[in-house]
């Protein structure tokens, strides 16, 4: 439900102060948990993220299983928030599209919106278009891939918002992730380790954000 937030209002200088206080964990405190209610709200993050036509040609797969983590772990070439953090999220896009996906989406978009399929029928075309064409142009997976990234980049500030810690990584082996998870109409593209630092044995916990000069990175016109 769209709502307009009057209440709750979140201070300028606190998101600032949150995005600053994130950072790519190292070392996670392996007997700190997220709770059931906080987890609850990160999922919605990652549901609530936008894509591309409202596609949502991906799914996360959430692992807090120990031994799933073991075995991920070999694949992220032993990187260590694998096994530590308490969720760990592995973003996956889907490797093609087809016009049963699309079918299925024009369905809820009408069930959710009260809509007819006919008023729809511009849309599912052009849809349909955009997909057939990203197919011939051998680019399907390059568009479907992309869209994980809006996903974890909200995950990534929402969890900052809420005083959870975060890692993005690419460092792992997607063909043994996907192996290990059983995917295969879906392929790992980026993961996100996430749960409470380990101040005391993370080098990197009290070190400066290193960032380009902000009149080099952003061009004002
Ligand atoms: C797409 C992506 C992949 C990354 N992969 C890894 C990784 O595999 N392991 C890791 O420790 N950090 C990884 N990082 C973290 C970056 O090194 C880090 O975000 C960057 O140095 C900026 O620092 P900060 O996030 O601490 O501010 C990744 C970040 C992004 C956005």
């Known amino acids: 439900m769209k709502a307009v937030l009057e209440k709750n209002k979140?201070?300028?200088?606190?998101?600032?102060?949150?995005?600053?206080?994130?950072?790519?964990v190292k070392k996670f405190d392996p007997a700190k948990k997220i709770?059931?209610?906080?987890?609850?709200?990160?999922?919605?993050?990652?549901?609530?993220?936008?894509?591309?036509?409202?596609?949502?040609?991906?799914?996360?797969?959430?692992?807090?299983?120990?031994e799933t983590k073991e075995k991920l772990k070999p694949a992220a070439y032993g990187q260590?928030?694998?096994?530590?953090?308490?969720?760990?999220v592995v973003f996956a896009y889907k490797k093609t599209l087809t016009d049963a996906d699309i079918d299925q989406y024009i369905e809820r978009v009408a069930k959710v919106r009260e809509q007819t399929r006919e008023s729809l029928e511009a849309f599912e075309n052009s849809l349909k278009s955009a997909v057939s064409?990203?197919?011939?142009?051998?680019?399907?997976?390059?568009?479907n891939s992309r869209q994980p990234y809006i996903a974890l980049g909200m995950l990534l500030e929402t969890a900052a918002l809420m005083d959870i810690?975060?890692?993005?990584?690419?460092?792992?082996d997607a063909a043994k992730v996907n192996e290990i998870l059983g995917l295969n109409d879906y392929s790992a593209v980026a993961i996100c380790a996430l749960g409470y630092r380990d101040v005391e044995n993370?080098?990197?916990?009290?070190?400066?954000?290193?960032?380009?000069?902000?009149?080099?990175?952003?061009?004002?016109i």
Do not use: C
């Not at 993050?45 to 692992?63: C, T």
């Not at 260590?80 to 760990?88: G, K, L, N, P």
């Not at 064409?133 to 568009?143: D, F, L, N």
């Open 80 to 88: 260590t928030q694998i096994t530590d953090a308490s969720h760990v």
């Open 165 to 172: 810690d975060a890692t993005p990584m690419e460092g792992f």
């Open 133 to 143: 064409q990203a197919i011939e142009g051998g680019y399907i997976e390059t568009w």
């Open 10 to 24: 979140i201070e300028r200088e606190t998101i600032l102060e949150k995005l600053n206080w994130r950072y790519a």
């Open 35 to 66: 709770s059931e209610s906080d987890w609850e709200i990160l999922e919605d993050a990652l549901d609530l993220a936008p894509s591309s036509m409202g596609l949502q040609a991906y799914k996360f797969i959430v692992v807090t299983d120990q």
């Open 202 to 220: 993370d080098w990197l916990a009290s070190l400066p954000k290193v960032r380009m000069p902000k009149d080099e990175l952003i061009q004002r």
